[in-house]
């Protein structure tokens, strides 16, 4: 008698939004962004310092990281001649991929050989595709012409993934001390997320100017201390919503004046409705 084994799927992806390879040239910055779907930055070849939430990393060629939903993430390119990316965001889901969350990998000869093989099986579909007059070519524009393509990208992606669970290093935070101060004021906005820190009570706590603090703020999240933490409380109020917690009692935890005006800004950020977010992943 034959003895089935079900296939446990750890993870699954679902939609993809963005595929790509990018250059950008030294000093080049990529603003502050989250989104409530998954970004992975991958370093072909160059130097960037990549910011997620709180934290900094100095990454190399062939270091890669995965910003989660609603994770607030910049770059700015900081090798000479500038750096080579590969850039994709998608929604996924599975038990293994919160292991993927607030991590750095380095990868491994077999791990590159994975991107090298899905980047072949991509160019060689890619190619075929009219470039349009921008002159930028997507290579999610295969979905909508050949079969099988969509299946074969999600397939490669999720073996590189649980490659990297499997057996990737991590890479540390950094250590430079604007990098410690960053941190160090984001876990003050953290803990104090039910009400509204100033600019100057910021300062005091990280030992800086105002101006420094700013400056800090602009260079690893690219917007303002108020607009981050409206992010920060709106990442707070998914997660809220997720447990159970009802929209009026997210809005009073987290400082908001009224009701309508937390529900408002949580569209505006997320483009969802608090309420459709209750007991849902964002």
Same mark, same amino acid.
């Given at each position: 008698m034959w003895l089935a084994y079900p296939i446990k799927e750890q993870i699954r992806i679902t939609d993809m939004y963005s595929f790509f390879e990018v250059h950008f040239d030294e000093g080049y910055e990529f603003p502050g962004e989250a989104h409530n779907f998954w970004e992975c930055v991958y370093i072909?070849?160059? =130097?960037a310092c990549v910011s997620g939430n709180e934290r900094v990393y100095n990454l190399t060629h062939g270091s890669i990281i995965f910003h989660k939903p609603l994770e607030l993430h910049k770059f700015i390119v900081t090798g000479q001649g500038g750096a080579d990316f590969l850039i994709f965001s998608f929604s996924a889901e599975g038990p293994m991929m919160p292991s993927l969350e607030e991590k750095v990998f380095e990868l491994s000869d077999s791990q590159r050989s994975i991107i090298a093989s899905m980047l072949s099986f991509i160019h060689a579909r890619a190619e075929r595709m009219p470039t349009p007059p921008t002159g930028y070519c997507s290579y999610l524009e295969p979905f909508q012409t050949l079969p099988t393509y969509s299946q074969m990208l999600a397939l490669y992606l999720q073996q590189l993934m649980l490659s990297l669970i499997e057996a990737g290093e991590v890479? $540390?935070? $950094?250590?430079?001390? =604007?990098?410690?101060?960053f941190r160090r004021a984001i876990r003050y906005l953290n803990d104090n997320i039910h009400r509204q820190p100033s600019v100057p009570e910021i300062a005091r706590y990280s030992n800086v100017s105002e101006a420094s603090i700013k400056r800090l703020f602009d260079k690893y999240a690219g917007i303002g201390i108020h607009k981050y933490l409206l992010k920060l409380k709106m990442k707070a109020a998914a997660e809220l919503l997720q447990n159970g917690e009802s929209v009026s009692g997210v809005a009073e935890r987290l400082g908001f004046n009224s009701q309508s005006y937390f529900s408002r800004a949580f569209k505006r950020e997320t483009g969802l409705m608090p309420s459709g977010l209750k007991g849902n992943p964002p």
């Open positions: 072909i070849e160059g =130097d890479s $540390s935070v $950094s250590s430079a001390p =604007d990098a410690v101060i």
